[in-house]
């Protein structure tokens, strides 16, 4: 157990690498293309560009510009965006970073718990009418886009219908930190809570549905039902178990993704200065410093994920641990 832990470390400590390294020569050293201009943005005058230079190494060789460039970046934290009046690009990230994850810790509770139960039900209630219709249910959900359910959910709330008993609750868009307003933060975010999860309960439902009618004939499952288990028993103990294997590898991406920056569309359209919506801003301004960290944060939440999912593959399923 300890050597599979410490390989995928090792691993991640790769991988993390190699990213940080492909990035800096996207961004910085592709062949005809000068990175002071990209970093001192449009129209700089030549005292920043020469200032640019000397600050980021780029008179120097390539390893020394990519060492200097995740020194500022990770350890002293100093890397500007000159896009942005020399705003530091380490600390926007960090005051939008809880914005997203708030965004994506609400809206995974809720596909989590919805496409449990959904996947469940159907598959106990395999070939009935409560399993098409909760399958046609999230294809219909999975079918929707984000920014459409968004609109239309800021249309029925926010204007349509605002004044009306039943949304009458429902803030104006933006964001309220949960240190200053709990009951705020909440109000703020349980309409794109519950935009944002739409998608992910109809896949995660019937992803979860065709894996337990899938393990239903498995010789375990067959073992249980002989031993005079009841079906519920089976079902939760052994054959959900089993599923949570898959289940687990999709949210782990899923979660790692969208706290990344990939909620950007949900973010985008209810007003929440996320990360997200900090990497369109940067993509519109071309700021290359900050799109960098953001490509960087998001890269590592995605490599940090997987190796959670590996480590959990050890818990959850004992073929995985014993091959390792």
Known sequence: MMIAL??????????????????????FATPGADPTARIAGRNASPQTM??????????????????????????????????????????EIARAAPVTVSLVCGAAVIWVVLSIAMGTLAAALKGTWTDRSLMMLGLVGISMPVFWLGQVANLITQSRYHDTWLFSWVPGLGYVPLTENPWGWFKALVIPWIVLAVMFIGIYSRVLRADLVALSGEDFMRTARAKGLSPTRILLRHGLRTSMITFVSLFGLDFAQLVGGGALLTEVVFGLPGVGRLTYQALTNLDL??????????????????????VLYLFLDPRVRDAR
């Open 289 to 310: 410093p900050l799109i960098m960290a953001t490509v960087m944060y998001s890269a590592v939440f995605v490599v940090l994920a997987n190796a959670v999912v590996d």
């Open 50 to 91: 020469e200032k640019v230079r000397q600050e980021y190494g780029f008179d120097r060789p390539l390893p020394v510009q990519y060492a200097t460039m995740m020194k500022k970046l990770f350890i002293t934290q100093d890397l500007a965006s000159y896009v942005d009046r020399g705003e530091l690009v380490v600390p």
């Open 6 to 27: 410490l390989r995928r470390l090792g691993q991640t400590v790769f991988v993390l690498f190699g990213i940080s390294a492909l990035v800096f020569l996207v961004f």
